[in-house]
């Protein structure tokens, strides 16, 4: 048996073979882990004070992660390390109040889920300069009736709406299906929410300068999944490099004035046919890996690919 010592004069001694993480756990010390435990996180390092020495070296997991985070040659994985000899640690993160909950888990445990799922970036184009104009509760009922279009559309096909930001929003699929399906619902929801938008156009075309112009970007790729947030403010999103990229997506389509850019990852998950669109290859900022992706300008050209609905 060894003895783990933290800071705050707590201790906890414990058989040889058990983690850092475990060990905590043991003594009811909070410690923090979002991925549960498998080292594909940093939440739960901790900092070595005393009795670094003569302890296991870490494994090809955990030196992949500790090299990511670039972390100090006094820093492991708590869930990883399991030390030979009595040993002083730190965690390096406060757990706090705040808690990541495993999607679907209702309070489970303390953690998200990995899953690969499509995302959907929306966002009305020139609405900041159209409000300049209107009173301030028509803009509402006007962005009321956009919201209703959005959600609609990806409530229909089974996607989530995760939120609404300003004039934009974000929406998720495949957090109970798998890939292929959650992307075609995603192209899906995309082309109803384009027709809905031609709608408002047509219904309020006495009230509008300009006709709403929409901007939508669809990826696909793994994503943490789980209830974020604070107190009321909690609620089940996803985060991770696939919600990054997609944002940056939306963005280029605005550049572009295209109403749709749709990534090569999501496209292939769909059999989407799109000969005859522009593709291109992009750097993505803040993405090391470049990313192939399809530009239409027109959504509704892609109503008639070879695709299973």
């Known amino acids: 048996r060894l003895r783990i010592s933290y800071p705050g004069n707590r201790a906890v001694t414990i058989p040889q073979g058990f983690s850092v993480l475990e060990a905590s756990r043991t003594a009811g010390i909070p410690h923090p882990s979002v991925c549960g435990g498998r080292g594909r996180c940093s939440t739960c390092r901790v900092r070595i004070l005393e009795g670094h020495d003569g302890q296991p070296p870490p494994g090809a997991q955990e030196r992949a ?57 929306c966002d009305l184009r020139g609405f900041t300069s159209l409000t300049e104009r209107r009173l301030p509760f028509d803009t509402v009922f006007l962005l009321n009736r956009y919201f209703e279009v959005v959600g609609r559309a990806v409530e229909e096909v089974g996607g989530h709406v995760d939120k609404f930001v300003g004039d934009g929003a974000l929406a998720l699929f495949g957090l109970s299906t798998g890939p292929e399906q959650a992307s075609r619902q995603a192209v899906d929801a995309a082309l109803r ?16 300068d300009r006709p709403l112009r929409i901007a939508m970007s669809l990826h696909a790729g793994p994503a943490i999944v789980g209830q974020m947030g604070y107190g009321q403010a909690t609620s089940l999103t996803a985060i991770g490099d696939t919600l990054n990229a997609a944002s940056r997506l939306e963005e280029l389509a605005k550049e572009l004035d295209a109403e749709l850019v749709i990534s090569d990852d999501l496209a292939r998950r769909t059999t989407l046919n799109l000969t005859g669109h522009e593709r291109q290859t992009l750097t993505i900022r803040g993405r090391t890996m470049p990313i192939d992706v399809w530009i239409i300008h027109d959504a509704p050209a892609v109503a008639g690919a070879d695709w299973p609905r």
Do not use: H, K
């Open 65 to 121: 992660t500790l090299a990511r985070i670039a972390a100090g040659p006094n820093v492991r994985l708590a869930c990883q390390f399991r030390p030979l000899r009595d040993v002083s640690v730190a965690p390096v993160l406060s757990a706090g109040r705040t808690r990541l909950v495993e999607a679907g888990g209702s309070g489970r445990a303390a953690r998200g889920q990995e899953r690969e799922i499509a995302v959907l970036f």
């Open 193 to 208: 929410i384009r027709a809905g938008v031609a709608d408002l156009n047509e219904a309020y075309s006495s009230e509008l």
